[in-house]
């Protein structure tokens, strides 16, 4: 893939079918051409302002028009976007932009005390609020006609469950062959228009962009999860395609009531975990047809996808791997799993991560004969539907977010007063799970859920931050001392 060259996507779209709609944003609407001019402007901006190709440049924005416009102006100038999760702690985002060497932050005004933050902590970053672009001189860009498909498009963050959070690389090859891998799965249509409210520094929501630019379908960009606002441009901008993860889901059936979704909808793309058996079974009542997903930001969204006919009948399962993609499950002799039989799921295909940034042997722990280990545990049954049993052993999924039990106990075992600490997840109505945490004081010290809790908020993301904390006398462990948060979570049931 390192030597395939294409046209710049954006570059492209925007001379093959100018006058489609790209966007849709509040009271806005903006064609491909004007995407791409808008995009071409802003490029100028950057690059006036010193920007370069090649550069990790980190992106703290909002789901709004304007991102769009900057997403597709770095692309365009050859520079590598770390996008940043906006709901983490000044702390987290800091470590990233240290991490990524990012030469410039590129955020807005509605993060202006995370950006007076950052500028204290990280005094010789660069930043540059979206609001300003207007004032900035513009000179005529040096634009990336072509693009290598083995070069870096992006960089996310996500959470290891031990240690520090490693940046997955994606290339534009990883992101063309999502594109491409998704639309052999749920095939496309020229009135396809998809809604996204899932945010932008997912992968989930940034390849909708470039599932836009490929297939030059109009997204319909939502700020915020609204419910309201969703039905309501499902009928008005004939919507066909939504990503969702759970939560969001209850809630379009529950506002829904006796009403149904307009017959020009087709697929309601269900990730961030399996659904529960009621939900599904409304869904199938209201005629909502549910694409349940498996993947990660390391497969470029997702790899494994189950059409709605078998959403009922294989309950639980993920479904089959994308057409480019392959699946395989492998047995702790590293002998390839027999069917029904469980073990830890490895992929392999064109949209896998070459790697995480700076970071060369974390791949080599990860690689195998070409197979990425996904560190999650399932099974392939006798047709070939995977079931995850396990997400990445235990990865805690809180409203579609991932959360690392590792992460949050390294930052408890920092406090003063914690001796030992473990977390684990709990199933909860409104964010599918939570996590919650057991905790060893040191000998004569005293110490209260609350204290401990603020100390969480200052350090964490809200929706990382335990729901509760139990004081305990001890934490299971093995032999080798390793902490069973399995006995963990079964103990507290």
């Not at 969480?456 to 001890?474: G, S, T």
Request: charged share 25%.
């Amino acid at each position: 893939m390192q030597n395939e060259w294409m046209p710049n996507f954006l570059m492209k779209r925007a001379s093959l079918t100018p006058d489609r709609v790209a966007v849709y944003f509040d009271d806005w609407q903006v064609t491909f051409k004007e995407l791409y001019e808008q995009s071409m402007e802003t490029a100028g901006k950057l690059q006036g302002r010193g920007l370069q190709k090649g550069q990790y440049v980190g992106v703290l924005l909002k789901n709004h028009l304007d991102t769009i416009v900057i997403l597709f102006a770095l692309q365009l100038l050859g520079i590598r976007a770390v996008i940043l999760n906006n709901r983490l702690t000044v702390s987290e985002i800091v470590w990233q932009l240290k991490d990524s060497q990012a030469a410039f932050l590129i955020t807005e005004r509605n993060f202006a005390d995370k950006e007076h933050e950052i500028r204290d902590m990280f005094p010789t970053l660069p930043t540059l609020l979206k609001e300003q672009l207007d004032s900035l001189p513009t000179e005529a860009p040096d634009i990336q006609e072509e693009i290598n498909l083995g070069d870096v498009c992006t960089i996310m963050y996500t959470s290891g469950t031990t240690g520090n959070p490693k940046g997955v690389l994606q290339t534009y090859g990883n992101h063309w062959w999502s594109s491409v891998g998704s639309a052999l799965n749920l095939g496309f249509i020229d009135e396809d228009c998809w809604l996204c409210s899932v945010p932008l520094f997912h992968i989930s929501g940034y390849s909708i962009l470039m599932r836009s630019i490929i297939y030059g379908m109009p997204i319909v960009l939502h700020e915020t999860f609204d419910v309201e606002k969703t039905i309501e441009d499902f009928r008005s901008k004939r919507v066909t395609i939504m990503s969702v993860v759970g939560t969001m889901l209850t809630r379009i059936v529950d506002f829904l009531g006796e009403e149904r979704l307009p017959e020009s909808f087709r697929c309601m793309l269900l990730g961030g975990g399996p659904a529960p058996l009621p939900l599904l079974q409304a869904c199938v009542a209201k005629e909502i047809p549910v694409f349940q997903t498996y993947g990660m930001t390391e497969t470029s969204s997702q790899i494994v996808t189950l059409s709605p006919e078998y959403s009922i009948s294989r309950l639980g399962s993920a479904g089959k791997p994308l057409f480019p993609s392959q699946i395989q499950i492998k047995r702790e002799d590293g002998r390839k799993a027999k069917d029904n039989e469980t073990g830890e799921i490895f992929v392999k295909g064109p949209n896998v991560t070459p790697g995480y940034l700076n970071r060369p042997e974390a791949m080599s722990d990860k690689v195998y004969n070409g197979w990425f280990s996904t560190g999650d545990i399932g099974y392939l049954d006798g047709e070939g539907f995977l079931y995850v049993l396990d997400r990445r052993s235990d990865l805690i999924i809180s409203g579609g977010e991932n959360v690392y039990p590792a992460e949050i106990e390294s930052v408890l075992l920092s406090h003063p007063f914690v001796a030992d600490a473990g977390v684990t997840g709990q199933e909860d109505e409104r964010w599918g799970q939570v996590p919650i945490a057991f905790i060893v004081k040191k000998e004569g010290m005293d110490v209260s859920g609350d204290e401990i809790r603020q100390f969480c908020l200052e350090r964490l993301a809200k929706y990382k931050v335990p729901k509760d904390f139990y004081f305990v006398e001890e934490l299971p462990r093995n032999a080798s001392n390793k902490l069973l948060r399995r006995k963990l979570r079964n103990d507290n049931n």
